[in-house]
């Protein structure tokens, strides 16, 4: 990922899961210096099916702490009334310009590559707001991704256990294709959702150059089974208990 001011970081998500266990890691690996010391970290939360709270773990600092089911479910903090709502700016001196509507064309699905291990179709959608204003997806979908489900599944079965007074509950997941974007923008256009789910996520956003203003990219390193192991859903005997957080 490359984000203006902060540069590129890189986040890798490592969750393991299976009947009654779930383990989620997060680490965050910035470029830049004082991007590191803002948000370079690495830090899980394991749940286990029978206990009362979630235990949450600091991997750089060595500490956990329990936080509550309450806690952990809190909705967040929002002043908005629609946090799935998808919002990107094109700086513009001319005000006519932001009343074309984006022109989205499609390509590709037809030759077969290989992405870790997956046998994908590439397309690439764009959508132009202007010549010099243009947002590009490349994106490698599988027909499907039985595992993932599985998974999925699970998750969802663990944390309705934490948290059974919520009709649904969020799983985590990467949900930002082309697919999402044209139908949160409320696009009149004729291309139908690429059937399938998504390995590999390419975002690129253009504004007046050849080099892109921001880029995104999202894949999925492995995806596998194997027998259940319950002695890594454990905090490490060397991690310090701490009350608050």
Do not use: C
Not at 201 to 207: A, S
């Amino acid at each position: 990922m490359d984000i203006p001011v902060l540069g590129p970081f890189k986040m890798t998500f490592d969750q393991t899961v299976a009947p009654g266990f779930l383990k989620a890691e997060e680490k965050i690996e910035a470029e830049r210096f004082y991007a590191r010391w803002l948000m370079n970290g690495e830090t899980g939360e394991i749940m286990i099916d029978g206990t009362e709270k979630i235990l949450k773990y600091d991997k750089d600092e060595k500490e956990y702490w329990l936080q509550s089911p309450e806690d952990y479910f809190m909705a967040p903090d929002t002043s908005s009334d629609d946090t799935k709502s998808i919002s990107f700016s094109f700086s513009s001196d001319d005000d006519e310009e932001d009343d074309t509507p984006p022109k989205f064309t499609r390509t590709g699905g037809k030759e077969i590559e290989f992405v870790h291990g997956f046998k994908t179709k590439k397309w690439i959608t764009t959508i132009s707001f202007s010549e010099e204003k243009v947002m590009v997806f490349e994106e490698w979908f599988v027909d499907k991704l039985p595992l993932m489900r599985l998974s999925d599944s699970l998750e969802s079965v663990i944390k309705t256990k934490f948290n059974p007074d919520q009709d649904t509950v969020e799983i985590e997941q990467f949900d930002f294709s082309s697919n999402i974007f044209i139908r949160e923008m409320d696009s009149l256009t004729t291309l139908k959702p690429i059937p399938g789910h998504a390995v590999k996520i390419n975002f690129l956003v253009y504004e007046e150059s050849d080099d892109p203003k921001m880029a995104v990219g999202f894949e999925i390193l492995e995806l596998y089974a194997e027998p259940v192991d319950t002695g890594y859903f454990v905090i490490p005997e060397i991690y310090e208990r701490i009350e608050n957080y």
